[in-house]
């Protein structure tokens, strides 16, 4: 199966800082999507991103997938961006393989 | 509009005893997943179904059974629990089996097995 590498694997920042956070898989997917889990453990999907870049608010993401890796750029963090962030890739269907997370505090 | 509920929230269990997770879905998708979550780990899949009437097997399926009862509810049986078993368990849902559909999340199930 698919080999989900996420880093780091734990992240403190100061609120208002600025962050990335890496996946690397191990084959080629044609489906990716990173999640959110809160600290009460609610999961919420944030982007479905296969190849290329999208942004939400203070979100981005952007899979190169010829390289097999993934980014998740958190901008002017807050408190609230707390909790862990998954990068899942998934072949055919929406059957995906999640990492490991990176764990994210946020300071205020 | 309750998404994704699953029943019960928080479970102990005794070696060898069995048990049935529920789980309904209101957002009239077709398809429909239980995953495990071990402490400080990510999700893995025990089973999915990709629409009514259809099941199968996830990366950990190993000791589980599994019901898609009718297009909304989809559970998840122990017959035997087992330590290993202890877990964090998630229902899920999408439109439909296929990449690019949003997986919505139920708020999980604390599962002890002692």
């Known amino acids: 199966g698919i080999q989900v590498e996420q880093s780091p694997p734990d992240l403190i920042l100061q609120e208002g800082a600025n962050s990335t956070l890496r996946c690397n898989f191990s084959?080629?997917?044609?489906?990716l999507q990173w999640f959110h889990q809160n600290p009460w453990g609610q999961l919420i999907n944030l982007f479905y991103?296969?190849?290329g870049t999208k942004q939400n608010g203070r979100l981005s993401a952007t899979t190169v997938a010829t390289e097999r890796y993934s980014l998740l750029y958190i901008s002017s963090s807050q408190t609230t961006d707390s909790g862990v962030y998954f990068c899942?890739?998934?072949?055919?269907?929406?059957?995906?393989?999640f990492g490991g997370g990176t764990r994210v505090l946020v300071k205020p | 509009n309750a998404g994704v509920t699953q029943t019960p929230k928080f479970q102990v269990l005794k070696t060898g005893q069995s048990m049935t997770l529920q789980c309904a879905q209101d957002?009239?998708?077709?398809?429909m997943y239980w995953y495990r979550q071990d402490p400080g780990m990510g999700l893995r899949l025990i089973y999915y179904?990709?629409?009514?009437?259809?099941?199968d097997k996830g990366e950990v399926p190993n000791g589980y059974n599994v019901s898609r009862l009718n297009k909304r509810e989809f559970s998840l049986r122990l017959e035997s629990a087992a330590p290993s078993q202890t877990s964090v368990y998630f229902c899920?849902?999408?439109?439909?089996?296929?990449?690019?559909?949003?997986?919505?999340f139920g708020e999980g199930s604390w599962l002890t097995v002692v």
């Open positions: 899920a849902s999408s439109e439909a089996a296929a990449e690019g559909n949003t997986i919505y």
């Open positions: 899942a890739p998934g072949g055919a269907g929406n059957k995906l393989t």
């Open positions: 991103i296969p190849s």
């Open positions: 957002m009239n998708h077709n398809s």
């Open positions: 084959d080629s997917v044609n489906n």
């Open positions: 179904s990709a629409s009514e009437g259809t099941t």
